[in-house]
């Protein structure tokens, strides 16, 4: 048996591309050939993927299609025979875009659009949540399932900057928020829960937003803006950009508590890696937040600064509180891993 993961970009640290990494590393692990096929491809992961350009149709593989974007995938999809199966990683909606990029709009747009056309062509639907697998009900997929996000949680083990580590290191304490900077994750109504809690609670609070602030200029400059009109330094907030992993492991491990204002999330990998360095989370109940969460860290539904600030500093300053929330983190772990169980993934493959 192959298998054939196909992806629109190949990208360092991008989380469609981490994904099908920890399945080929899965799927090889248990003795099956596989192999990536990417459109596009980062210098770095040269090697590890094929070209689309050089592919050549394999008719026996079973092939899988990592949806999340529009691209000439889907017509390649809707031409092949064979055995095919859809990995679905969600569409943020365009609404989210209004007002910051026209092209955003479009290509989120045509993103719906694309995979309404694919509806009928997958033997097999996977879903990152039970969130995004309505979605695919509602368009028509057939024999649709929940697999969540593959991750490779060894990563995490590895060795963090500590030098990295030294420069977040003093009275201050780090609220953390990770993800691309784009206008779902509500990255504003964190400015605004950090100007209030400096203002009203105590000025030794930093934000760190650890994510990719190039996707959309527009927006990334508008919370700058919001940033400076509170009179909050960089020291106030701070935004990283895109980590390598030692300065990544860094950052998560200086952090005190995970706050979520994000109001569209297909599964939130961030949620999952909180868990597994047992930090407290603070999220907004939206989308696929809560079935990421799994009963661990504290959702809330008001998204009044004020309140914010006043579930963080109970976070920060209620010792029992805190050890409760951080003791949650090892069994949603454990759970987390039996539902990612590539041998279960591989028998559903099989029986294709």
């Not at 650890?210 to 996707?215: H, K, L």
Request: hydrophobic share 45%; proline share 5%.
């Amino acid at each position: 048996m192959t298998v054939e993961q196909f992806l629109p970009a190949f990208h360092y640290g991008d989380a469609v591309s981490n994904a099908a990494l920890a399945l080929d590393r899965s799927l090889r692990a248990q003795g099956i050939e596989s192999r990536l096929v990417t459109l596009t491809c980062d210098e770095c992961l040269q090697g590890r993927a094929i070209l689309f350009a050089d592919y050549r149709v394999d008719p026996a593989a079973v092939k899988v299609l990592h949806f999340a974007v529009p691209s000439p995938l889907t017509d390649f999809f809707l031409e092949q025979k064979g055995r095919k199966a859809l990995f679905y990683h969600n569409i943020t909606p365009a609404r989210f875009f209004v007002g910051y990029s026209d092209f955003f709009v479009r290509f989120v747009s045509a993103g719906r659009e694309h995979l309404q056309r694919l509806s009928a062509s997958f033997d097999l639907s996977l879903a990152m949540s039970g969130y995004s697998a309505g979605e695919l009900r509602a368009l028509g997929f057939s024999d649709v399932r929940v697999f969540p996000l593959p991750a490779d949680l060894g990563d995490y083990s590895r060795e963090p900057s500590r030098p990295f580590m030294e420069l977040l290191e003093n009275e201050r304490k780090n609220i953390l928020f990770v993800g691309r900077v784009i206008p779902n994750k509500k990255i504003e109504d964190l400015v605004r829960t950090v100007f209030y809690y400096k203002k009203y609670v105590s000025p030794a609070i930093r934000l760190i937003v650890m994510g990719n602030t190039r996707a959309l200029p527009k927006y990334f400059h508008a919370l700058a803006d919001l940033a400076a009109r509170f009179y909050l330094t960089s020291e106030d907030v701070l935004f990283t950009g895109h980590l390598p992993l030692d300065e990544f492991l860094a950052v998560y491990r200086r952090a005190d508590v995970f706050l979520s204002m994000s109001e569209h999330e297909g599964f939130c990998l961030p949620l999952l890696e909180s868990c597994l360095f047992q930090l407290p989370i603070l999220a907004y109940d939206a989308a696929a937040v809560a079935e990421t969460m799994d009963g661990t860290g504290i959702l809330f539904r008001d998204k009044d600064p004020a309140r914010v600030a006043g579930l963080v500093e109970q976070v920060l300053e209620n010792d029992a509180l805190n050890r409760r929330l951080r003791a949650q983190g090892p069994a949603r772990i454990e759970r987390y891993r039996r539902q990612a169980d590539a041998g279960l993934l591989l028998d559903w493959l099989r029986q294709l």
